[in-house]
């Protein structure tokens, strides 16, 4: 077997693992158990779909990260989609989006992460993810707009599943977010605990929260409060200055081990973006895992890496999966490693952009 192929069963099986452990954790909450053996079931009709394609000589991932919109209530500092993403073109359309969900999940993407911007300010993103109810779509969300309609919205949609944004402590998260937002989000989580709604957490490690976002004790409070799902992100310094912001080296090498260890001792489900991604050989990214879809439909390796060949304004999501930048890059999958404390696309980004074929989109 290729290693190509060896790191893409080992990535199916993770996902799989997954969903099934977490249902093995969540005994107790049988609605939110019976959405994740369903998911099972998806998950592996889905990972056979793949593997037709790859028969026919088109590599598919099972992940995608889908950002829906540029627009965002808040002013985060640092914010690497306002830094790398303020394209003024057209955002897609429902009706777009609607159509690359169908494509995506025709060829076999199961796990499509909604991000932004904030994905509910568009108030037609529930009314999308209701078509797809086979689809897995986490939710990064700042949780500000989880309101009662969004709510009433996800309590028929088991599949969407809100990943809130904390930085740690109070002062960390109301110092990058705005003044009261740790509140409003432990407010939002209750309320998604109240409906009985699975949700997670997404944590950007920086070298300042470090200590605290890594404490047991601070799971433990999240996990009382209803975290089912932590997402431990490490921060990529996009503006310039904020480089002291990345963790060191030595915290980035720790990370991974940590999470595997909360793992073993909270009832939730843990990954680390992207240290967790060494098990598989390397970057993930340019699907030879995921690859990122932005607002306006460019296909990209990753957030972190904003170039493109390809956008699905001009052609099928198919089609944009065979790019020279997504291909090249994934030839290069196994050399690039992750480096200290970031993401190695935006490390090696004067090297990405060589790889893109002249007069295509950037």
């Known amino acids: 077997m290729s290693e190509e192929r060896n790191h893409m069963t080992a990535f199916d099986a993770s996902i799989l693992k997954m969903f099934g452990s977490m249902a093995r954790k969540l005994a107790a909450e049988p609605r939110v158990v019976r959405y994740l053996l369903g998911a099972v079931r998806h998950q592996r009709r889905a990972a056979r779909r793949r593997r037709r394609w790859e028969r026919r000589g088109i590599h598919v991932p099972p992940f995608a990260i889908l950002s829906v919109t540029r627009r965002c209530n808040l002013h985060c500092a640092g914010c690497y989609a306002g830094a790398l993403h303020g394209s003024g073109d057209e955002e897609m359309s429902a009706e777009k989006l609607h159509g690359v969900l169908e494509e995506a999940r025709e060829l076999g993407i199961s796990i499509v992460l909604l991000a932004g911007g904030e994905p509910l300010a568009r108030p037609d993103l529930l009314e999308v993810t209701a078509a797809f109810p086979e689809v897995a779509f986490p939710m990064f969300t700042n949780g500000t707009l989880i309101d009662a309609a969004a709510i009433a919205s996800l309590s028929r949609q088991h599949h969407v599943i809100p990943v809130l944004s904390l930085e740690g402590e109070p002062f960390h998260t109301n110092a990058r977010r705005g003044a009261g937002v740790h509140e409003q989000v432990l407010d939002a989580m209750a309320r998604l605990r109240g409906a009985g709604l699975l949700f997670g957490t997404s944590i950007t490690l920086t070298r300042e929260n470090y200590e605290v976002v890594t404490e047991d004790a601070y799971v433990s ?33 720790a990370a991974a081990g940590i999470v595997e260890g909360f793992r073993e001792r909270h009832p939730a489900w843990f990954l680390a973006f992207p240290g967790g991604e060494e098990e598989f050989g390397g970057c993930l990214a340019a699907g030879r895992g995921f690859i990122h879809i932005d607002a306006q439909g460019r296909v990209e390796p990753c957030p972190f890496s904003p170039f493109s060949d390809s956008s699905l304004a001009e052609m099928s999501l198919r089609d944009a999966l065979a790019s020279p930048l997504l291909q090249n890059i994934r030839a290069h999958g196994g050399e690039l490693r992750e480096s200290p404390g970031g993401c190695t696309l935006w490390e090696n980004r004067a090297w990405v952009e060589t790889q893109m074929r002249p007069g295509q989109p950037d």
């Not at 999240?222 to 080296?249: I, M, Q, S």
């Open 221 to 253: 409070d999240l996990v009382d409060r209803g975290c089912r799902l932590f997402f431990y992100v490490n921060y990529v310094p996009v503006h310039g200055g904020t480089e002291a912001l990345a963790p060191t080296e030595a915290q980035a090498a």
